[in-house]
């Protein structure tokens, strides 16, 4: 592999610092190691929230959890994040680039996708170019910047990009980065070459699927069937998981983790810093597109309040940018705002505002305690002269009739590559751009932060998106959360992943029953 690849790899994720500590302790300990010798056979039953009516397994549609999990069981991806956040070969087995624009991939050869057909070159190219062009798929921007993309043997792909990009290998990781037949669309009987066969997928309801028994690989896909339930409701997970009706759940309530951990046949897993939370400004309505009216919203926003009282300290404070914390990218210099009644009074004068009545639109689609949080952000608000009316918004639909609808609203973000996050948030013309938001200078500095290979310029230039999106940016960001799930002690190789919850998505090829 080139420099650049293998410097990808050892650089490793955005929270692979904290590879060491993925298991941590809530009070005492969350959950365990994983036992040594995986298991085949058995049903594994998984209770999920993330799941609605108008999934579809088109891997262009993903947004939801469900479909997450169901897509990478069923689907591989050219590349894949391993539990401690480093980057490895999936069906991309090695990758050379001599200057981070053109690159050229090697396909593993004696593959079969689950209808029989050969893995080719030709099935990758289909596969990303659904990403490209004239689609609606949410990673259009992140695609977007392959100028150039062809089959050069029968396992052979190589592609350009439209300018340098060292970390290019990681947009592979994208979990709409679905590989699947050259020429399919028959999205509701979705065909990959994962360790799992799909049987049905009834959009918000559940998922069946069978283990293919000719996976290639052979240290992962160990339970015989899956049985997936989508479960929004958290007091129903919990009741599912404590009655033994599923093995697994997600999504955990943070008040509830102390009587996990009392439960001698249950477990808690905690995944440090996999999520940051938004309260959306609309860059394109009123009031909300002006930038005083942000900031007043900014400083009226009492996080460590949030991190304390909705998050039970399990997390880190935001700062109004998506960089956490332990990201090498993360801008120490910039100040920590803070809730500051004063400060919000004074940005609503310059807006021409004595005070500010505002509609919050939530749900827990978003993710458990968003009701919670807007709640808080509501009481404490009220003393900056801010008047927020919490409005709940069910579950179901929430990602299509409110999200980039509705001028202040509840999100939630995974880790990504830092590129991958400025670009798709923020990028102007992006199709997950949640705001709206467009600013030039930004965007320039990303085009060029992407093409310098010096880590420490690129730090620089990323560090200074941050302090544009902490002065000038849409997004309210109060705390980086850790990802709670719970499992029965019966399930082993659950490993905790800095990318999300449930292992990274990846929890179905990855875990095993202990009888």
């Not at 994983?34 to 998984?46: I, N, V, W, Y």
């Not at 997928?201 to 069946?208: C, H, S």
């Not at 400083?299 to 997390?315: A, E, F, I, P, S």
């Amino acid at each position: 592999m080139s420099i650049y690849t293998s410097s990808i790899t050892r650089r490793g994720f955005l929270a692979a610092s904290a590879a060491t500590g993925l298991l941590l302790p809530l009070g005492a300990a969350l959950a365990v190691a994983p036992a040594a010798t995986p298991r085949k056979g058995g049903e594994f039953r998984l209770a999920m929230a993330g799941g609605s009516s108008d999934n579809s397994l088109d891997p262009r549609t993903f947004t939801q959890q469900v479909q997450r999990v169901v897509g990478v069981a069923v689907c591989n991806q050219l590349v894949e994040i391993l539990p401690d956040g480093t980057l490895a070969p999936e069906l991309a087995e090695s990758w050379e680039s001599a200057d981070a624009i053109g690159w050229v991939l090697k396909i593993r050869s004696g593959i079969s996708f689950h209808n029989g057909k050969s893995l080719d070159a030709d099935d990758v190219v289909y596969s990303i170019n659904l990403h490209r062009g004239d689609t609606s798929s949410g990673a259009k921007s992140l695609f977007g910047a392959i100028a150039e993309i062809r089959a050069t043997g029968s396992h052979e792909v190589t592609l350009k990009l439209d300018s340098a990009n060292a970390e290019f290998m990681r947009t592979f990781a994208d979990y709409h980065a679905m590989i699947v037949p050259a020429g399919f669309t028959d999205w509701p009987h979705l065909v990959g070459t994962g360790g799992y066969v799909l049987e049905s997928f009834e959009p918000g309801i559940r998922a069946t699927l069978a283990r293919n028994r000719q996976y290639w690989k052979t240290d992962r896909a160990h339970v015989e069937r899956v049985v997936l339930t989508v479960t929004n409701d958290a007091t129903a997970r919990l009741a599912a998981l404590q009655s033994g009706t599923a093995d697994v759940i997600n999504q955990l309530d943070r008040k509830v983790a102390p009587l996990i951990k009392r439960n001698a046949s249950l477990e808690v897993v905690r995944s440090p810093g996999a999520v940051h939370w938004t309260f959306i400004c609309a860059f394109n309505a009123e009031p909300t597109s002006n930038n005083h009216v942000r900031q007043a919203l900014k400083y009226g926003c009492d996080r460590q309040t949030m991190l304390n009282v909705v998050m039970g300290g399990l997390g880190a404070l935001g700062n109004d940018h998506p960089i956490s914390p332990d990201n090498p990218y993360f801008n120490k210099a910039l100040e920590q705002r803070v809730f500051d009644p004063d400060r919000a009074k004074f940005h609503l004068k310059e807006a021409g505002l004595e005070e500010l009545s505002l509609d919050l639109y939530t749900s827990d689609a978003a993710l458990p305690e968003a009701i919670s949080l807007s709640e808080v952000y509501q009481s404490k608000a009220g003393g900056a002269g801010i008047k927020l009316k919490v409005i709940r918004r069910p579950a179901d639909g929430y990602w299509s009739d409110t999200w980039m609808k509705k001028p202040f609203a509840v999100s939630s973000w995974l880790n990504r590559p830092i590129d991958q996050t400025f670009s798709l948030i923020y990028g102007t013309g992006s199709a997950w751009n949640e705001s709206y938001w467009s600013n030039a200078r930004f965007d320039k500095l990303l085009s060029e932060g992407k093409a310098t290979l010096d880590f420490d310029k690129r730090k620089e230039i990323y560090g200074e998106l941050q302090a544009i999106l902490h002065d000038e940016g849409p997004s309210v960001i109060p705390v980086f959360a850790d990802f709670l799930d719970a499992k029965s002690v019966r399930i082993k190789g659950f490993e905790p992943s800095s990318v999300s919850d449930l292992s990274g998505d990846r929890i179905i090829e990855r875990v095993w029953i202990e009888e």
